[in-house]
């Protein structure tokens, strides 16, 4: 189990698996109708908050995939206008993180899937982002996806691996915002000191966020940058 330092809580979301949910059409809802929905999912979204902190959803995520070494020593939950430069700019904001780290490091990012496994219409996927044209790791990912909110089109793309999800996204103009959860002071364990190339016990900085779908609580993440100087 991954501890957080007690500094801080903060509220936030339920695994979705525990959310009550109905499947709606995607596409032809009437404008008043759709206005209904946008009002219940944001009050779904107000209910979900409280129920969980930092320390519960970074392990959710991680024990998604329990095999290998243990993937974090320690973390830390900061507050966001104490996150230090660069990591500050590429993490406090409700952005992609696939947009932030093309910009940041001038080049488009590939995906590589480490792991996946599909429970119905949940998919969890364990990935490292590489720059584009060379071997060089620059952030981790954990993504659990509640593919029930996505049309069939983003649902075949996603689950086919071959592009980062923000890409995904947005090239399928899917009705989306990110509430960013918590932001992370991480001691590297094994697993990713493996994954992004650097020091067991070395910190970086990574966070928490959700990912709304058309109004629902698709996505729940953990994204972890690579060591910058």
Not at 78 to 106: C, F, N, R, W
Not at 108 to 137: E, P
Not at 155 to 166: A, F, M, S
């Given at each position: 189990?991954?501890e957080?330092?007690?500094t801080s809580?903060?509220?936030?979301?339920a695994?979705?698996?525990?959310?009550?949910?109905?499947?709606?059409?995607?596409?032809?809802?009437?404008?008043i109708?759709?206005?209904?929905?946008?009002g219940?999912?944001?009050?779904?979204?107000?209910n979900?908050?409280?129920?969980?902190?930092?320390?519960?959803?970074?392990?959710a995520?991680?024990d998604l995939?329990?095999?290998?070494?243990?993937?974090?020593a320690?973390?830390?939950h900061i507050?966001?206008?104490?996150?230090p430069e660069p990591y500050?700019?590429?993490?406090?904001?409700?952005q992609h993180?696939?947009?932030?780290?093309?910009?940041?490091?001038g080049?488009?990012?590939d995906v590589?899937?480490?792991d996946r496994r599909?429970?119905?219409d949940?998919?969890?996927r364990k990935?490292?982002?590489v720059?584009?044209?060379?071997?060089?790791?620059?952030q981790?990912?954990i993504?659990?996806?509640d593919?029930?909110?996505v049309?069939?089109?983003?649902?075949?793309?996603i689950?086919?691996g071959?592009?980062?999800?923000?890409?995904v996204l947005?090239?399928?103009?899917?009705?989306?915002?990110?509430?960013?959860g918590a932001?992370?002071?991480?001691t590297?364990?094994?697993?990713l000191?493996?994954?992004?190339?650097?020091p067991?016990?070395?910190?970086t900085y990574?966070?928490l966020?959700?990912i709304?779908?058309?109004?629902?609580?698709a996505?729940d993440?953990l994204?972890?940058?690579a060591?910058?100087e």
């Amino acid at each position: 189990m991954i501890e957080i330092a007690p500094t801080s809580r903060l509220r936030f979301h339920a695994p979705l698996k525990s959310v009550p949910t109905v499947r709606l059409p995607i596409g032809d809802i009437p404008a008043i109708s759709h206005t209904i929905e946008a009002g219940r999912a944001e009050a779904a979204h107000q209910n979900r908050k409280g129920e969980m902190n930092p320390h519960d959803e970074l392990n959710a995520l991680a024990d998604l995939f329990p095999e290998g070494d243990a993937l974090i020593a320690s973390a830390e939950h900061i507050p966001s206008a104490l996150t230090p430069e660069p990591y500050k700019t590429l993490l406090v904001h409700d952005q992609h993180m696939t947009v932030t780290m093309e910009a940041h490091h001038g080049a488009k990012v590939d995906v590589r899937i480490l792991d996946r496994r599909l429970d119905g219409d949940l998919y969890s996927r364990k990935i490292v982002l590489v720059k584009q044209g060379t071997k060089r790791v620059v952030q981790f990912g954990i993504v659990r996806f509640d593919l029930r909110y996505v049309t069939a089109a983003v649902r075949d793309e996603i689950l086919k691996g071959e592009t980062p999800l923000g890409r995904v996204l947005i090239e399928h103009n899917v009705l989306r915002h990110i509430d960013l959860g918590a932001i992370l002071r991480i001691t590297a364990g094994p697993g990713l000191a493996e994954a992004l190339g650097m020091p067991v016990g070395e910190v970086t900085y990574g966070r928490l966020a959700t990912i709304f779908c058309n109004h629902r609580p698709a996505v729940d993440l953990l994204e972890i940058s690579a060591p910058l100087e």
